[in-house]
């Protein structure tokens, strides 16, 4: 059975910094891409990065670039979001899905439960 | 990016109802649209991809459909456990953007 499992939000002051992270099983977790979407209280979702197979590729949404670094430890089955300067509209309930690729097409097949980050003073 | 907008933003509907969602892709997606269902409190559960491909599991009241920049998702008899928020998603390009959403509530 697919699992991911995200820890490491929290309430953390404006400029602060969190490392979120996503511990995955039930799949072989180097074969998949992997994505952070969050979603702030009461809003949509909102695709945030997303990351190769092995790392080597990475790619963020404009608001994130240069504050947000997403990075993975293929042998631990687990992703990682690392979060600076953080900002109050950076609150929001962060999943992490797995890529999965049907026929050729990319989708987030599954997701984790998700992790609340607060960004408040 | 890509902006995608669907419509309408909520809808109130009965049980039995056939329910009708939009989702407009800003350019040309071909078929790369996946649609997600959320309800309170719970991840999303991926619906159909490749804008009419039903996932395992998912019920055949389910369908999608559309091409290029318009897309549809149809409920063809709303039940109890449908009433949710639905979204769009387009995998054609990254950043991987998603509709703001179409709640569905009950009448």
């Known amino acids: 059975e697919v699992q991911l499992v995200e820890s490491g939000g929290g309430l953390v002051q404006p400029g602060g910094s969190l490392r979120l992270s996503c511990a995955a099983s039930?799949?072989?977790?180097?074969?998949?891409?992997m994505t952070w979407v969050r979603q702030a209280p009461g809003k949509g979702l909102e695709w945030v990065a997303n990351?190769?197979?092995?790392?080597?590729?990475?790619h963020y949404v404009d608001s994130v670039k240069g504050r947000f670094t997403i990075s993975r430890d293929n042998a631990k089955n687990s992703l990682f979001l690392q979060m600076d300067s953080l900002r109050a509209e950076d609150t929001a309930l962060y999943f992490c899905?797995?890529?999965?690729?049907?026929?050729?097409?990319?989708?987030?097949?599954?997701w984790g439960q998700g992790t609340l980050v607060t960004v408040s003073s | 990016d890509i902006q995608m907008t669907q419509s309408p933003s909520s809808l109130s509907a009965s049980v039995g109802d056939r329910v009708t969602i939009t989702c407009r892709a800003s350019?040309?997606?071909?078929?790369?649209l996946n649609w997600y269902q959320q309800k309170p409190g719970e991840a999303p559960k991926f619906l159909i991809y490749?804008?009419?491909s039903l996932q395992s599991g998912v019920p055949s009241r389910f369908s999608g459909s559309g091409s290029g920049t318009d897309f549809t998702l149809t409920i063809s008899s709303l039940q109890p456990e449908d009433f949710a928020t639905y979204y769009c998603?387009?995998?054609?390009?990254?950043?991987?953007?998603f509709g703001q959403g179409t709640k569905v509530e009950i009448k």
């Open positions: 998603q387009q995998s054609y390009s990254t950043p991987r953007t």
């Open positions: 350019q040309s997606i071909s078929n790369y």
């Open positions: 990351i190769k197979r092995d790392g080597s590729e990475k």
């Open positions: 899905a797995r890529e999965g690729y049907n026929r050729g097409y990319s989708t987030f097949d599954f």
């Open positions: 039930g799949f072989t977790f180097s074969s998949y891409w």
């Open positions: 490749a804008a009419s």
